[in-house]
């Protein structure tokens, strides 16, 4: 069993980055810059987006931080992004989610423009993607691809069962392990809360990708010897041996499945890293594409 180590590989990604970015500075270029909006107070989504400006700050980004109130209309975050789409000092934004009741996230997600949409969730950018079109991939599914890519995991052929059918994760997951090309060639099942002998499927697959969000719902008994696991799961279960008063669990039960699994990922430390450094990665595509639109 070897462990895929979303932390390693994503320190080697942002360190790859810093050295791109040290060139640009060198030629006397613009540094890419990345934008977040978060709207209200929500604690995990905080944390979330201090973490992707503190990794800006670290492979030399400039970033900005966009605080809007709780109470924040649609039409206020419609004319904020109406801003920063139209700011030429921006190469890539995201609007954190989720948002307020009041705002509507599809309407949203439309709003922002697909070149500089690096969270990779505007319908014309999904499209691409669906098409094999160079585009920004969602930056959960990117860094998945990029460790089955970095730890050599062959994937034509096999047969792929992703857990969980969300735009985020699982249906990208879906679309791009049945694409031409490395990773990817697999034949792909979806599965969802409607899945019948969901148990059967999964026992049959030589990758499962699972992102339900149910803490150790993947078992040992239900995974086949040297499958390969990708758990992006990721819920906090209250812990009173803990000084935070909780712990972070995956979707899998590690213990026993890594004992089976040849590849397998940790909660925390897998998939997780991953997605800020493809986050950081988009902008950087974002901040080249837009050189070349000048």
Same mark, same amino acid.
């Given at each position: 069993?070897?462990?895929?180590?979303?932390?390693?590989?994503?320190?080697?990604?942002?360190?790859?980055?810093?050295?791109?970015?040290?060139?640009?500075?060198?030629?006397?270029?613009?540094?890419?810059?990345?934008?977040?909006i978060?709207?209200?107070?929500?604690?995990?989504?905080?944390?979330?987006?201090?973490?992707?400006?503190?990794?800006?700050?670290?492979?030399?980004?400039?970033?900005?931080?966009?605080?809007?109130?709780?109470?924040? /209309?649609? %039409?206020e &975050?419609? *004319?904020?992004?109406?801003?920063?789409?139209?700011?030429?000092?921006?190469?890539?934004? #995201? =609007?954190?989610?989720?948002?307020?009741?009041?705002?509507?996230?599809?309407?949203?997600?439309?709003?922002?423009?697909?070149?500089?949409?690096?969270?990779?969730f505007?319908?014309?950018?999904?499209?691409?993607?669906?098409?094999?079109?160079?585009?920004?991939?969602?930056a959960?599914?990117?860094?998945?691809?990029?460790?089955?890519?970095?730890?050599?995991?062959?994937?034509?052929?096999?047969?792929?069962?992703?857990?969980?059918?969300?735009?985020?994760?699982?249906?990208?997951?879906?679309?791009?392990?049945?694409?031409?090309?490395?990773?990817?060639? /697999?034949? %792909?099942? &979806?599965? *969802?809360?409607?899945?019948?002998?969901?148990?059967?499927?999964?026992?049959?697959?030589? #990758? =499962?990708?699972?992102?339900?969000?149910?803490?150790?719902?993947?078992?040992?008994?239900?995974?086949?010897?040297?499958?390969?696991?990708?758990?992006?799961?990721?819920?906090?279960?209250?812990?009173?041996?803990?000084?935070?008063g909780?712990?972070i669990?995956?979707?899998?039960?590690?213990?026993n499945?890594?004992?089976?699994?040849s590849?397998?990922?940790?909660?925390?430390?897998?998939?997780?890293?991953?997605?800020?450094?493809?986050?950081?990665?988009?902008?950087?595509?974002?901040?080249?594409?837009?050189?070349?639109?000048?």
């Amino acid at each position: 069993m070897e462990i895929l180590d979303g932390k390693k590989v994503s320190n080697d990604i942002k360190n790859e980055i810093t050295i791109e970015v040290d060139k640009m500075k060198s030629r006397g270029e613009k540094v890419p810059h990345l934008a977040a909006i978060i709207v209200g107070s929500d604690g995990a989504s905080l944390t979330y987006v201090g973490s992707k400006v503190k990794a800006c700050e670290r492979v030399g980004f400039e970033s900005t931080l966009v605080k809007m109130p709780s109470t924040t /209309s649609e %039409v206020e &975050l419609l *004319h904020k992004i109406e801003d920063l789409n139209e700011d030429d000092a921006i190469d890539g934004f #995201i =609007v954190q989610l989720p948002l307020p009741p009041q705002i509507d996230t599809q309407k949203i997600l439309m709003a922002i423009d697909p070149d500089k949409d690096v969270d990779g969730f505007h319908p014309t950018n999904f499209g691409k993607m669906a098409l094999d079109m160079s585009t920004f991939i969602p930056a959960t599914p990117f860094g998945i691809l990029e460790l089955l890519e970095r730890y050599e995991v062959d994937t034509k052929g096999k047969h792929t069962v992703v857990i969980g059918r969300s735009h985020i994760v699982g249906r990208p997951m879906s679309i791009l392990m049945g694409r031409r090309g490395w990773p990817g060639n /697999s034949t %792909v099942t &979806l599965t *969802h809360s409607h899945t019948k002998n969901i148990t059967q499927i999964i026992s049959q697959a030589d #990758i =499962v990708i699972t992102a339900l969000g149910t803490p150790n719902f993947l078992k040992a008994e239900m995974v086949k010897d040297d499958a390969v696991i990708i758990d992006v799961g990721i819920t906090r279960v209250t812990d009173d041996t803990r000084e935070r008063g909780y712990r972070i669990v995956g979707d899998v039960d590690f213990e026993n499945v890594s004992k089976k699994a040849s590849y397998i990922t940790p909660v925390p430390g897998g998939v997780g890293p991953m997605t800020i450094a493809m986050l950081l990665k988009n902008t950087l595509l974002a901040r080249e594409r837009h050189k070349l639109n000048i």
